[in-house]
């Protein structure tokens, strides 16, 4: 197989690559060469900057300004705001391409990259995946239900030890010709140095906010 990742002007592949995110790189490249066929399509395959990809400007700026929605819904739970990771943006943007198409998380980055402090949400097909992980499971969740209440338990609830634990994330949308759009949200805790799983490679020390990140993305797309 091609495993060559296509780069193209304006993409989250080369903001990283700005930004001096070595290992953020790394994480697409490993998604690029580690794309499988699933019923005819190529499930995951990074074509950093294609229309619909999930590192494509428009695609990352939605991304980004949903992880300011959601900070907005911890918020209103007493939890703090989620910083952004480099290396979880390209996570999310890997597992995003992947899961469009497999309709299911895909465990490859984590067991390449030895994340086992990390939670995923995905949805497909909504327009704002809250509508589902934050509204229609704090519904239920509300109403006494302990199942199908995953996402929102991994976004607000501050019952939930790992939601309290949370302090970083990456959040990917795509909607390639022919898909529905696919949201993955990503999830991990820094337990500061020394103390993250072995083999862990992310530096969750260099997260930012989520507005400065999305203001420092538009001035590059802008540039």
Known sequence: MDSEPVSTNKNLRDFLVSRGADEAVRILD?????WQV???????????????????VPNVKRALELIIEGNRLRQKHNLPSLAVADE????????????????????????????????ENLA?????????WYEEE?????????????????LVNPENEAARNYTSCGFAVTCRPGEMLTACHE???????????????????????????????LRYAAG
């Not at 805790?189 to 990140?213: F, M, Q, W």
């Open 138 to 154: 704090g519904r239920l969740y509300a109403a006494g239900s302990r199942t199908g209440t995953g996402h929102y338990l991994n």
């Open 38 to 56: 699933c019923d005819g399509k190529e499930a995951g395959r990074i074509v950093c900057g294609a229309d619909g990809d999930a590192t494509a």
């Open 124 to 132: 497909w097909g909504y327009e704002n995946p809250f509508a589902g």
């Open 187 to 217: 999830f991990a805790t820094d337990y500061g140095p020394g103390n993250t799983p072995a083999g862990t490679r992310i530096t969750l020390e260099k997260a930012v906010s989520a507005e400065d990140y999305l203001n420092d993305f």
């Open 30 to 34: 490993f998604g690029a060469e580690h």
């Open 88 to 119: 979880l943006m390209a996570m999310a943007a890997v597992n995003a391409n992947m899961s469009a198409v497999i309709k299911t998380h895909w465990l490859g980055l984590r067991e390449a990259y030895g994340l086992q402090y990390t939670g």
